[in-house]
């Protein structure tokens, strides 16, 4: 089973985290994260997308007032291969800071760790090559201890291994503190609930902050 196989409407790539500046100095001075992932990004299950990390990280970004726009590029049930094939449509938008959160759905459904690490390095090599100033942080992912203890091993080592490939910026682990806590997840024990999702935020600020 895939994380949030079943697509909705309201949780597909979406700009609704992104709020509209005011003029048109402020358009030029405002910057952007694009947040590019699954459900997990685009706020599987819960009710609004403000609700998801990107939608909870957008409101501290608006509390504290920093110029930035947060588009929430999130499509439910997404592989990275099908991250890799709608890349290029997505940075029709610029991004300032690109999150990558992919690979889940991937280890989920057992596929070739190698292939998922083939595809992450083409969708960032697509972001250097096109807006080489962009700050790109990668979103770490785990799979359970039932897919094996070498896939479990391969898959969590994969993430870091990019990062320092890449000299990019790392979230070790996108759900810690959340994943296998039935107080923070759904009914499926997968996606985070409202609770959970302020603690997925939390993660991902600590890495992100500095960049801002």
């Not at 700009?15 to 030029?28: E, I, L």
């Not at 090559?129 to 896939?151: C, F, N, R, T």
């Amino acid at each position: 089973m895939g994380c949030g196989d079943k697509k909705t409407s309201d949780n597909t790539a979406t700009d609704t985290a992104t709020s509209k500046p005011a003029t048109k100095q402020a358009a030029t001075n405002t910057k952007t994260i694009l947040v590019f992932g699954d459900s997990l990004t685009a706020g599987y299950g819960l009710d609004d997308v403000s609700e998801s990390f990107p939608g909870v990280i957008k409101a501290r970004i608006d509390s504290l007032k920093l110029p930035y726009n947060v588009i929430n590029a999130g499509v439910s049930g997404e592989t990275s291969a099908g991250g890799l094939s709608r890349i290029d449509w997505v940075l029709k938008q610029k991004p300032d800071i690109f999150l990558l959160e992919l690979g889940a759905n991937d280890g989920l459904r057992g596929n070739s760790v190698q292939q998922t690490i083939d595809n992450l390095q083409a969708i960032i090599d697509k972001v250097k090559a096109k807006y080489p100033a962009a700050k790109i942080i990668l979103l770490g992912m785990q799979v359970p201890p039932s897919m094996g203890q070498k896939y479990v091993s391969d898959f969590k080592k994969m993430y870091p291994d990019l990062a320092e490939k890449n000299h990019i910026g790392l979230v070790p682990f996108l759900l810690d503190g959340v994943g296998g806590n039935p107080k923070l997840n759904q009914a499926d024990g997968i996606h985070p609930n409202p609770t959970g999702a302020k603690i997925v935020a939390e993660n991902v600020w600590r890495v992100l902050q500095p960049q801002l």
